[in-house]
């Protein structure tokens, strides 16, 4: 079975998307005059989530469809991570770096493509009744204090 680059592209944001990746997109770059055929665009809230993005499309894209990147930059500094598959582009960044670079508004002409949905468990980051210390039994729980240390 053949595969083609939208439905490779398609998992790559699902998967970004599974880790909450913000403000998911995916442009159509095969009627402009780019280096690409696509890019996916999304952002983390902070530079572990950013990674964790990364990571997971990584870890997708080569158990699942045994494809690797041909370029990746970005990842010690993780406020913009580049994933280049030659027929689409990953850009995964830290959320104000989104806005500053604004690719959205560059590649403007550029059609969208609908991310698919997917199911995303865990704690809802806006729920005001979430406490994310009832994840843990209180054995886990290590509290460091200043007066322990003089001991």
């Not at 680059?5 to 005059?33: G, K």
């Not at 989104?98 to 698919?116: F, R, T």
Request: charged fraction near 35%; include cysteine.
């Amino acid at each position: 079975m053949e595969t083609n680059a939208l439905e490779l592209v398609q998992a790559a944001a699902a998967t970004a998307a599974s880790r909450r990746a913000r403000n998911a997109v995916i442009l159509d770059m095969r009627e402009l005059d780019s280096f690409t055929d696509f890019f996916v665009i999304c952002s983390g809230v902070s530079d572990i989530q950013v990674e964790g993005i990364s990571d997971a499309v990584l870890e997708e894209l080569e158990e699942k469809w045994n494809l690797r990147p041909w370029h990746r930059e970005g990842a010690r500094r993780s406020d913009w991570i580049l994933l280049d598959y030659v027929d689409f582009v990953v850009h995964i960044f830290l959320e104000e770096k989104l806005e500053y670079y604004n690719l959205g508004h560059l590649w403007a002409e550029a059609p969208v493509i609908e991310v698919p949905d997917v199911e995303v468990t865990g704690y809802d980051e806006y729920d005001e009744d979430y406490d994310e210390l009832e994840d843990y039994d209180d054995e886990e729980i290590v509290v460091w204090s200043d007066d322990e240390d003089e001991n």
